[in-house]
């Protein structure tokens, strides 16, 4: 089991900058891929960005190249998304999650609300 908790959210303007983290605990291994995804009000649930617990293979959906960076830090047991130049379209739920293997996604954070205004 792992249990993920998501912070960094909040209500910026558009242009402005924020950083979320996720906080992981439990069993987690060096094939573990940790993601981003989001999820805006009447849409579903999109990608967002993931990088591997060691640290590679990292990938973003094409609507964040140039502006979200993630990252983590091992010895925190955390994964960040830094977001930069939001964008009101950036409004939404983020949610952090893992699998045990690329490209599986077993275990969900709660989520972290985004909000951008123009």
């Known amino acids: 089991q792992v249990q993920l908790v998501e912070s960094g959210g909040g209500l910026v303007q558009a242009g402005a900058s924020l950083r979320l983290s996720c906080a992981a605990s439990g069993q987690i291994f060096s094939t573990n891929v940790m993601g981003w995804f989001r999820q805006a009000p009447g849409k579903e649930r999109e990608f967002v960005a993931r990088i591997m617990w060691t640290g590679g293979k990292i990938y973003y959906a094409d609507f964040v190249k140039g502006r979200f960076t993630i990252s983590r830090d091992n010895a925190k047991n955390s994964v960040y998304l830094q977001m930069n130049n939001l964008k009101p379209d950036d409004t939404a739920v983020y949610y952090c999650?893992?699998?045990?293997?690329?490209?599986?996604?077993?275990?969900w954070g709660q989520g972290t609300q985004v909000t951008v205004s123009s």
């Open positions: 999650a893992t699998g045990r293997w690329l490209g599986t996604y077993d275990f």
